[in-house]
T-cell receptor
């Protein structure tokens, strides 16, 4: 099975900061990588699919990059509503999720 | 309104079964897959498998093979997930999620989640 590893597990940031979250796959998955945002108690929300395609309605301050085994989610200027947990998910084989990165104050 | 609405909280004893429903509206139910994902407290989401509502075809993660069943009722646009032989390890929030088929699919619409608690 493909394993997805995110780093860091958590990070502290302030409004206006540029934030970068990494996701590594245990084997090459091409560009089959999705990113989700989850606020406590709610369902995950799709942000980016196919590594870099922004889901409709999602702010352009979110961007994704990478291919193969290394991927990155970037928030260009952190807003108050962006404090949440972010998950990567591979869609190459088993739809495995990473363990998450919590963005907190 | 495009949405998935799930059934309510369940409390079950070890060894019992649970059946969670997921009612779709606002889109053509049979044109997209339904995936089931669970999430234990403090953990990342865990994909359990998928179903094609049109054909009834299913795919289960090996971990759940033989213990989980996905079904659907196309007349009411409702998907179902039944999990048997429950243990405390199955305590989690269970989500249904709309997605495409095959590699490259993503989950663009989620239900609100159903909390399943397994306790004696």
């Amino acid at each position: 099975d493909i394993q997805m590893t995110q780093s860091p597990p958590s990070l502290s940031a302030s409004v206006g900061d540029r934030v970068t979250i990494s996701c590594r796959a245990s084997q090459s998955i091409g560009s089959y990588l999705n990113w989700y945002q989850q606020n406590s108690g709610n369902a995950p929300k799709l942000l980016i699919y196919a590594a870099s395609t922004l889901e409709s309605g999602v702010s352009s301050r979110f961007s994704g990059s990478g291919s193969g085994t290394e991927f990155t989610l970037t928030i260009s200027s952190l807003q108050p509503e962006d404090f949440a947990t972010y998950y990567c998910q591979e869609s190459y084989a088993s739809r495995a999720f990473g363990q998450g990165t919590k963005v907190e104050v | 309104q495009v949405q998935l609405v799930q059934s309510g909280t369940e409390v079950k004893k070890p060894g019992a079964s649970v059946k969670v429903s997921c009612k779709a509206s606002g889109y053509t139910f049979t044109n997209y897959g339904i995936n089931w994902v669970r999430q234990a407290t403090g953990q990342g989401p865990e994909w359990m498998g998928w179903m094609n509502p049109n054909s009834g075809d299913t795919g289960y993660v090996q971990k759940f093979q033989g213990r989980v069943t996905f079904d659907r009722d196309t007349s009411t646009a409702t998907a179902y997930m039944e999990l048997n032989s429950l243990t405390s390890e199955d305590t989690a929030v269970y989500f249904c999620a709309k997605g495409g088929f095959g590699s490259g699919s993503y989950f663009d619409l989620w239900g609100q989640g159903t909390l399943v608690t397994v306790s004696s």
